[in-house]
């Protein structure tokens, strides 16, 4: 696997990630602390990381009506 396909990936899988923490803290009101109970491995640097990627990438994408909003 070249450098770049392993990179590709690696982004979507943080993205993945950090849709579903965005969808469980935000829509679901789960505390970051609980998260972090459920993924011990998971630090809460990584969870800012996680939702910043997700909150970025939503940011860039826009709607299909292509109205921007």
Do not use: F
Request: aromatic letters at 2%.
């Amino acid at each position: 696997m070249a450098l770049q396909e392993r990179d590709e990936l690696t982004h979507r899988l943080e993205l993945a990630a950090g849709q579903a923490l965005v969808r469980l803290m935000r829509d679901e009101g789960v505390p970051p602390t609980e998260v972090r109970e459920w993924i011990p491995d998971l630090s809460a640097r990584e969870v800012k990381r996680l939702r910043l990627i997700a909150e970025q990438q939503g940011k860039t994408a826009s709607p299909p009506d292509g109205s921007g909003a």
